[in-house]
């Protein structure tokens, strides 16, 4: 690492002191931070279209806001968003300096289509507020972090569509515009892979790209990135490349297996470290970055069972499990071992079981509820669609983790299956049958007319009776038993994945037009057809 690198390093991680000295002080007083932030959201939108209508003008309390802006989910908000698309100024946000849109973000979920986020500074600043907590609090807890190079992940840019209706771009040209904001050109001399490479639409380019920087980062100690499956599919191809990748790093070359659209910058020759990499192989992980100290990546819900490919890769490096965080807004962080609720981010609600919405000071230890969010983006009480559980406390702030999606809920004849209870159906069955599968994700399926579902696996072998265990297991849900018993479901059945499931799941999202980034592990998925995206067998059929 450069000199100038460290400079770069230290000055960012100094100027994210004063957000952890604001994020510090917000943690024993949840609620007087949550009013300051609702007061300067409704004050600053108040003579929008939306704040007009929803009589901004007049809100002095949360219960006031409550009052008058009713939750939405994102359809709800479409026709208002559609106006924005449109280039239609002071909708959702005034068409000031920090309240005029600059850009959409697309942003895709499992089960919906690409939803078009609206980016104003002021929603930048929000997210600043949680990121720079997070990262003075990584470097404070890991201070030889900041000895080497990080790799935060980027997604490449699959979309064709580059404005909107109205003019407006479409896209970050960097994700180290959300990671740093203002300090965008400190981030990227640190950052060992060049935003450049998002902008390579061939998987297998950017693939490539990415690993070469990678392996050209001998003194790599950081690697961020959302999805732990993310990490594994992208080193899966180092061996298959290892003989192009080293030729390319000791001659500072980049020649992907496609050619290239658009120049991309390449590593600097380094024949020294490409020597180094020739004798310790694509295998020996720990030995191509032995400086390598934590990976940042989610731990939570289905991602969990993830984890084990990268542990076992990485023995001894320590895993930092994420926040909550969504292109929408920014839920929790990573701090002094737990993950606070982003106080200082944006007006935060949470609707518990029984139906009532309180704010982050009304959370009890242990209880369960759904996020409601309003952010300087202009989403007002908006429905985030993300289940999660408090798990302790940080001063007086609940600390939360991240169980599902609230709405990822497979219906076909009324078995409401939700993505909560399908995954940890899945990790009792695992347990109790001492199995690891490299790829499992239940999904329904149809023969003829008759409904069911599968699950899709890929493992080594599959034990007799797997089918049935996981039957009896899905029927302890009434709802699924009562469509049992009427007849309306089929038995629930075991698809073999042949080759790699992870590669072939990422590819089918891709064509469906998510980014590679915002593909997230799920032991449920609500589509069809994923016998036709897997190369596999039905194995077994549980008996009724």
């Known amino acids: 690492m450069s000199l100038l690198q460290r400079v770069a390093q230290g000055t960012w991680w100094a100027s994210c002191l004063p957000g952890w000295h604001r994020f510090r002080q917000a943690l024993g007083r949840p609620a007087a931070t949550q009013d300051q932030l609702l007061a300067r959201l409704v004050s600053h939108h108040e003579d929008t279209a939306f704040g007009r209508e929803h009589h901004f003008a007049k809100i002095r309390s949360m219960a006031q806001y409550r009052d008058h802006v009713p939750t939405r989910s994102w359809e709800d908000l479409t026709p208002w968003l559609e106006r924005t698309w449109a280039g239609e100024e002071n909708v959702i946000t005034p068409a000031d300096r920090r309240g005029r849109i600059t ?36 470097f404070r807890q890991h201070p030889s972090l900041q000895g080497g190079s990080a790799y935060w992940s980027v ?14 771009p479409i896209g970050f040209d960097e994700d180290a515009a959300y990671l740093g904001g203002g300090r965008q050109a400190l981030v990227n001399r640190v950052l060992c892979v060049p935003g450049a490479v998002k902008g390579l639409k061939d998987l297998g380019n950017f693939r490539y790209a990415t690993l070469l920087h990678l392996l050209a980062a001998a003194d790599l100690r950081l690697i961020s990135v959302w999805s732990p499956t993310f990490l594994t599919v992208l080193l899966s191809d180092l061996a298959a490349h290892w003989e192009a990748l080293l030729t390319d790093l000791e ?62 890769a990485f023995p001894g490096v320590a895993i930092q499990p994420k926040g909550l965080l969504a292109t929408e807004a920014f839920v929790s962080l990573p701090f002094q071992g737990a993950h606070p609720l982003a106080l200082t981010s944006h007006v935060l609600e949470f609707e518990r079981d029984d139906g009532s919405v309180v704010g982050p000071g009304e959370l009890e230890d242990g209880q369960e509820a759904a996020v409601i969010v309003s952010t300087s983006g202009g989403l007002f009480r908006y429905r985030l669609g993300d289940r999660i559980r408090v798990d ?13 999606k609230v709405d990822k809920t497979s219906d076909l004849c009324g078995e409401k299956l939700h993505e909560a209870f399908v995954d940890a159906t899945l990790s009792a069955l695992w347990k109790a049958h001492a199995l690891s599968p490299r790829f499992a994700m239940l999904a329904p399926c149809q023969s003829g007319d008759r409904l069911g579902y599968a699950l899709y696996l890929e493992i080594d072998s599959v034990p007799e009776g797997l089918a049935a265990a996981l ?18 479901l089929d038995p629930v059945r075991i698809v073999a994945v042949h080759g790699d499931g992870w590669q072939a799941f990422y590819a089918s999202c891709q064509n469906r037009g998510q980014k590679a980034g915002d593909v997230k592990p799920s032991a449920l998925d609500l589509r069809e057809g994923w016998s036709e995206c897997f190369s596999g067998e039905t194995l077994q059929i549980a008996s009724r």
Do not use: M
């Open 103 to 138: 850009l959409f973000e697309p942003s895709s979920g499992s089960t919906s289509a690409t939803k078009w986020v609206p980016c104003t500074p002021g929603l930048l600043g929000e997210f600043q507020a949680g990121i720079a907590p997070w990262i003075f609090d990584l």
């Open 155 to 168: 997604s490449p840019s699959l979309s064709e569509i580059r404005a909107t209706d109205g003019g407006t």
């Open 251 to 312: 001659q500072g070359t980049l020649t992907p297996p496609a050619p290239l659209a658009q120049p991309v910058p390449s590593p600097q020759a380094a024949p020294g470290r490409a020597q180094a990499l020739a004798e310790s192989g694509p295998n020996n992980l720990r030995a191509v970055w032995p400086h390598l100290q934590l990976i940042s990546c989610w731990t939570d819900a289905a991602a969990a069972r993830h984890l084990a490919p990268i542990e076992a």
């Open 392 to 404: 302790g406390f940080v001063g007086k702030t609940p600390s939360i983790r991240f169980l599902g």
């Open 471 to 488: 039957e009896e297991r899905l029927r302890q849900n009434f709802h699924y038993e009562h469509c049992v018993q009427v007849g309306q």
